[in-house]
Every structure is written in C-alpha cells, then in structure tokens.
C-alpha cells in the first residue's frame, strides 16, 4: 500500500527562485514584480518565501505534497546569525553541543531560561537580551504555568540572573 502511494506521487520541481510559476499562470511582469516584494521582505525581515505554482497534484493531498518540497527545497539559512545575535552566541550555544534553553519571539532568540526549584514551586529565570513587550512577558507567563501544570506545582517567572546558585533540579518525569 504505501509502495504504490509513492509511485502516484508528483515530482517536486527544482527550485529555481523565489517565484517557481511551472503552471504559468503569472505573466513574466508578474513574477518579476513578485520576485523583488519578496526579496525586499526577505531582506527586511530575514525571513524567505518561495512560491509554487503546478498544474495539478494528481490526486497527491496539498499536505503531503507540500512536506516533500520542503524537504527538497530546504529554505532557511545554513548560519545561526538568522535567529541569534552573534554577540549572544556564548549565551546560547555552550560547550560540548549544550544548547541553552531559549525564549523566542517573531523566530529571534530574544533571552534564555532555567528552571529553579523554589519554596513555593517552580521559578523559571528568564535572562532576557534586551526589555521584552508586556504581550511576552505575558505569554512567558502563560507557559510558565503550562509548565507548573505539568510538574503538578505552582510555577512563576522572575527575570535577571539567579539571586543564587541554581538548584540542580532531577528529572522526574514519567
């Protein structure tokens, strides 16, 4: 059964730039014009878009599809300077492939964590890397207490570095 699945699937095309029009259902001023608001947005913001076009999927679902040319095109960028400061890389990436845990917003690192054993339960320490928006620090909040949920404890959240030597907490998950 999944054999013949694979051999129904489509080709995932070449990728050949930012506008990939295989349906030809753009006019060339089109693509052209396509092609420069995405490569001002991808230099604005750091973030590609490649778009596809295709005559039919042949019965393939849009998911699955969609999945395989991800993986064959490989959109991103090989460097970590992409979501991390090159300024904040020791606070990030540590020795022997440690990585920090992180706070993201908008795809950048913007702080790390760790997780403290309090009195009254967990406090997970944010080191921010620079003032964070009130919506964060609130949805920082938010998942802190997801994260209390799941330790079955109270959990809060305190920003700067530790007062005092972290505790080192054991695992004691299921």
């Known amino acids: 059964m ?3 699945s694979l051999a ?13 029009d295989y349906a030809g259902v753009m006019s060339q001023d089109q693509v052209r014009a396509l092609e420069s608001q995405l490569a001002q947005f991808e230099q604005e913001t750091g973030h590609q ?19 395989r040319v991800a993986e064959q095109w490989k959109l991103g960028h090989k460097g970590k ?3 991390v400061e090159p300024a904040r890389y020791k606070k990030v990436f540590k020795n022997a492939g440690w990585i920090s845990p992180v706070v993201l917003v908008d ?3 913007a702080g790390t ?12 320490r944010v080191a921010a890397f620079r003032t964070l928006a009130p919506a964060v620090r609130k949805a920082i909040g938010g998942e802190a207490e997801v994260l209390g949920a ?4 109270n959990a809060k959240v305190r920003y700067g570095k530790p007062a005092r030597p ?3 907490m054991a695992w004691t998950g299921p």
């Open 81 to 83: 300077d992409a979501c």
């Open 150 to 153: 799941f330790a079955e404890t």
């Open 49 to 67: 878009i490649a778009v596809l076009t295709i005559p039919t999927l042949d019965g393939e679902d849009i998911e699955g599809f969609s999945i």
């Open 2 to 4: 999944i054999a013949s």
């Open 107 to 109: 795809g950048q690192v």
């Open 166 to 168: 972290k505790a080192r």
């Open 8 to 20: 129904l699937a489509i080709e995932v095309p070449p990728l050949r730039g930012r506008v990939n």
């Open 113 to 124: 964590w760790s997780l403290e054993r309090g009195a009254r339960g967990l406090v997970a």
